[in-house]
């Protein structure tokens, strides 16, 4: 069985009015396997609005190849096996639950009430569906979005940002209905935020930043490794100096300082620093490697990201990263 | 079909809750009624002052109606992102715009019935009549004005894929404005053999592409009994397709250039 998502060399530019372009997209070359849960990482800004797009049809790329489940991207024919919830989806707010997904039902030419119905109740909606959607809370209209996009039983869906600003509960549900697609077989391509979301659930990511992937695999080849983080209280400021070249400090305050230090070092060399400069040691704790410490790691470059780790060069990067 | 009729009916339902155009249609509807108490302004025969002014008011009301109902049509859609989840369906553009469209037009002319209602409801009170044919006159002025906004609607369909609701409205009411006043200068202008050619050809050019809305414009033969158009029915037979001639010409523009663009 083929990839259900696939890009080569994918390149998207805009032209400025200045008459210059910017590339929003660089060379990215994406590879999602059927029936896993991929998830496409990056910061605001980063191209994965832009990249999910042109998956769709909805713009079109400046060069490069995009293809969905083995056809080009925006052929008409792949629509009917996809599905799409964007990032703050808005309805006609004339219209009621039940009436919008009446109305998406009615894209594909079905009028399958009871359908609609039933995904309704699958998302919790049962006793809402005629209500009018002005009156939905933000997670209600999000659990419209996901029944919506369930309507062609797709074999693909393409989640941008599902969980943005839902509160917990709701956050939760939308989450175990993702899982769902997964044990159904569907393929997910989700674009979030929502790093802990995602490590939990995603069985591959790949990270963009300024337009071009700077790094893409499973998940647990690329959280190997982890860190050690070492406490220690009545540190002066020299000692922190005299620290920062050699060891990734995280924070000096009122005497309190923490230290990490990738967990294939030795620690002992550290914790014997700090204790002859005076320092005393609270902790020395063992932490594995996170999604959040990976990303931050992966688009160091950028302003959001500097702070907590120090640039390093990704073995998983598999295309060049380029200005833009 | 189906997507481009659910389209349409939801273009339809939206419109018909859009605040800002039931003022417009309140506002005209009001004119309507109120209208038979102006007669004290005129010295002249009322009935014809009455016809006049209602139906100026029917067509003013209409072409506001067509301009800020369209204007917005495709804009709105981009800006809200309802366009991504249904370009995400099996629909393709051209379904979309055309469905956009026709719902348009089915709310305008739904807008247009319910003046064209109040106008025959007056005519009915004023002159005391049910009689059907005089009514029946009236209603053909009406209709040829849905026809002339059908076309005004398309013109900023057309406009909507490339400009802004602002620029298009002045554009789209720029568009109406020539065709309704000043199509029969250019076309003066464009026979004329004693002037500059370049003028001429210019003058023939706006005469061409710019439809003549003044085609449309048959209330004369309401307010004027003396008055008639030879052949009347094949005359609005052949205006129609004149109209549907142009309406599908912008249509297909704006498709061409939709199809193109990034949303």
């Known amino acids: ?324 | 079909m189906t997507a481009i009729w659910s389209i349409a009916r939801t273009t339809l339902n939206e419109a018909i809750r859009r605040r800002v155009l039931l003022v417009i249609l309140l506002i005209g509807i009001l004119f309507l009624v109120i209208a038979p108490g102006l007669e004290a302004l005129s010295p002249r025969q009322e009935i014809t002052v009455l016809k006049s002014l209602t139906l100026g008011v029917i067509q003013l009301t209409s072409a506001v109606i067509a301009i800020v109902l369209t204007v917005y049509l495709i804009p709105n859609e981009i800006e809200r992102r309802t366009i991504y989840t249904i370009l995400s369906k099996p629909v393709l553009r051209w379904q979309f715009l055309v469905g956009k469209y026709l719902g348009a037009v089915l709310a305008l002319g739904l807008m247009m019935a319910l003046m064209t209602g109040a106008l025959l409801l007056v005519f009915m009170i004023m002159q005391d009549t049910r009689d059907l044919a005089t009514l029946g006159e009236m209603v053909r002025v009406p209709f040829m004005f849905f026809v002339q906004m059908s076309l005004l609607a398309a013109v900023a369909v057309f406009f909507s894929t490339f400009v802004s609701p602002i620029v298009n409205f002045f554009l789209a009411g720029g568009v109406y404005l020539v065709g309704t006043v000043f199509n029969s200068l250019f076309q003066v202008l464009s026979e004329n053999k004693d002037i500059n050619p370049l003028v001429k050809s210019a003058a023939g050019l706006v005469h061409a592409v710019i439809p003549n809305f003044q085609y449309f414009n048959v209330q004369n033969t309401a307010i004027n009994p003396g008055q008639g158009i030879q052949s009347e029915s094949l005359y609005y037979l052949q205006m129609t397709g004149y109209a549907l001639f142009y309406i599908a010409a912008l249509l297909a523009g704006a498709i061409l250039i939709f199809d193109r663009r990034e949303v």
């Open chain 1, 1 to 324: 069985m083929g990839l259900a998502i696939e890009t080569r060399n994918l390149v998207k530019k805009y032209k400025t009015r200045k008459g210059s372009s910017i590339t929003v997209v660089d060379n990215v070359d994406l590879q999602v396997e059927p029936g896993e849960i991929f998830g496409f990482l990056g910061p605001n800004g980063a191209g994965k609005t832009t990249t999910i797009k042109i998956l769709l049809g909805i713009i079109y790329q400046t060069s490069g190849d995009a293809f969905i489940l083995g056809k080009e991207a925006g052929d008409i024919a792949v629509h009917r096996e996809l599905s799409y919830l964007p990032e703050k989806p808005y309805y006609y707010e004339h219209m009621t639950g039940l009436e919008v997904m009446q109305f998406y039902a009615s894209l594909f030419g079905m009028k399958d009430i009871a359908k609609c119905k039933s995904l309704l109740e699958r998302v919790n909606l049962g006793n809402d569906m005629n209500r009018p959607i002005s009156q939905y809370s933000k997670g209600m209209q999000q659990r419209v979005g996901l029944a919506q996009s369930l309507l062609n039983d797709p074999k693909l869906l393409f989640l941008d940002e599902p969980t943005g600003g839902l509160d917990p509960i709701a956050h939760i549900e939308i989450r175990d209905l993702i899982l769902q697609f997964r044990e159904e077989g569907k393929t997910v391509f989700i674009s979030s935020h929502e790093l802990s979301d995602v490590e939990r659930i995603c069985d591959r990511v790949a990270i963009i930043n300024k337009g071009a992937v700077v790094a893409q695999g499973r998940l647990e080849e690329l959280l190997v490794g982890g860190r050690i983080e070492v406490t220690a209280n009545n540190c002066t400021t020299e000692l922190a100096d005299s620290l920062r070249d050699s060891h990734n400090l995280v924070s000096i305050n009122h005497g309190r300082m923490i230290v990490d230090i990738p967990d294939s070092k030795n620690p002992n060399d550290l914790v014997g620093a700090i204790a002859k400069a005076g320092g005393e040691i609270v902790s020395v704790i063992p932490r594995r490697k996170r999604l959040e410490d990976f990303f931050l790691e992966a688009v160091s470059g950028d302003n959001i990201a500097k702070g907590r780790h120090q640039p390093s060069m990704l073995e998983a990067t598999e295309t060049e990263e380029t200005d833009s």
